[in-house]
């Protein structure tokens, strides 16, 4: 067999894989590039041309940055309670203590419910007139709280929701990282006298930043495609309070029909996350690693 | 500085056997002590419970007189250096070093002052601004005993094999300054190794350990010259000591009909006993010009640099002997002079007289 023959014969192994790649992530990516230089809408349907103007239009729409910048609130907000909750839960079942297997099942719970079901539940509990949460805190002298009717009750209910069926998922992760701890830090911390709080911040934290850095960035990602919730809860109200970038490209691509100028959004979207997620993810290493990882 | 009293401490991990038998050992104050053995037979076991990290299954542990056994480790005021590197990833070397000192709550200026003192002995002053993150396994191990060595108010110094990661070259400087500043403080200290070298060289006392009991306790001299049993024997020396069965004629002890041991030496020792011979590799040579010996057949010799390990067949027993390398020595049969005030009489493997 010839060089050239050899060659081929080697790359015909990458085929299929190369060609499952094709079907599920390029082509789709190229294709909404492609619609996203079209016109294509409810009235117009298909692939014309209309070159740069749906990118033109979303710089000028309002609408998409502020649902970019509560966004960006929402996920790091959420990624923050997420992470404290969740690291003093593994905390909590990471030593020996009673009844620690039931209490590990019990934190993962939320994380194991459809998040779409799990919404339906909360808006009934988040119900105004009817939801026991109003009658909870009315026991207590509290509200009654317009929860899903005003901005910013509306904006802490999703994160609330957002936080209670995400926090497993930290806690998970963080207690993966404790368990796979050396044990030898801890003793030469207590042999140095170390009290519980020294030892937390000068050997527990920092053995976890790496876990921590990749659960965090991993929840953004995630936090970031924030839907169901919104969808289910508030539906982005009231008004516009609590929708989010994502729920916004839908309603402009299957409410309204504007696939082309949806698709714009979607690129738009894709490439502001790809930057701003990996300037985060160096930041966290170069804030609490340095420089020479 | 604190004497450690071991009051019938003994321990089992779960339902096991006993990791540590039940023992009673005192460790004087200000004294060196090695506990010597091999991997498994309970040396770190003994030293957790002195330091408060493992909770014996029986006995007491006394410092300085005070039970302490149910006392937490950080109370027992005990400084411990691990076999592999701690270091606080997220500080630099000075704050590494200083930390046992401002976990126990000494100012700043005397903390400098201390910290500045082990910095020097163990040749650190030029890191202390350096992050401890980034420092070789040396370096860093270097920083574990630095925070062992910092707090000189410390009722004990507990080192576990602190040197098995050190490099070779770096050992022996290391053990010097050890040594050194240790002399400064004179504290208690327990140094776990399973490096002979380093425990003679090391220690006042060893204490050599074999399936969680030890077996014999003394000055280096004492366990050389005259092992309790043939495994203290055949641990201490290198190569350790041989031993060969004795053939008892006319009251002698010889060897291959050779005279070795006079029929005084074995006054006391049933008549059908059986006596093995204790003889370090040191303890014999080539015999010379007229002079009687033990044939031999010379075997095999290995090379230790100065010296020469010979391996030699006596009837069907086999001898290792340490020759000076510039000594010439015959091929094939050689006749051997053994030092027969310095041989060794075992009967039922222990040390008789």
Redesign the interface.
Known sequence: MGQTGLRFYKFSFLLPGFLVLLAIILFPLLFTIRVSLSGWDAIAPGLNWAGLTNYAHVFSDGRFWEAMLRLSAMAVGTVLVQYVLGFALALLVWRDILFRRIFRVLFLIPMMTTPVIMSVIWRTIFHESLGPANDVLGLIGLGPYPWLTSANFAMAAVMLVEIWQWTPFMFLLLLAGLLSLPR??F??A??????PV?TFF??TF??LVPVSIGAVVIRLIEASKIMETVYVLTSGGPGTATETAGYYIYIKGLRDFEIGYAASLSITYLVIMIVLLTIIAKLLVRIFI?R?A | MASIHLDQIGHSYGTAVYALEKTDMHFEDGKTYALLGPSGCGKTTMLNIISGLLTPSDGRVLLGGTDVTRTRTAERNIAQVFQFPVVYQSKTVFENLAFPLHCRGWDRSRIATRVAEIADLLGLTSRLSQSARRLTADEKQLISLGRGLVRNDVAALLMDEPLTVIDPHMKFDLRRRIKQANDQTRHTVVYVTHDQNEAMTFADEVLVMSAGRVVQRGTPQQLFEAPRNLYVGNFIGSPGMNFVRAERLDGDLRLDGVPLVGADRCRGIAPDAEIVLGIRPEHIAFAQGEELGVPASIVSAQDHGSLLVVDVAVGSDRLRMKVRRDVSFPAGQARLRVSSDQVRLYVDGVLVN
């Open positions: 030898e830090p003793l030469a207590a042999i140095d006298g170390a009290g020294r000068n050997v920092p053995l340095g020479s």
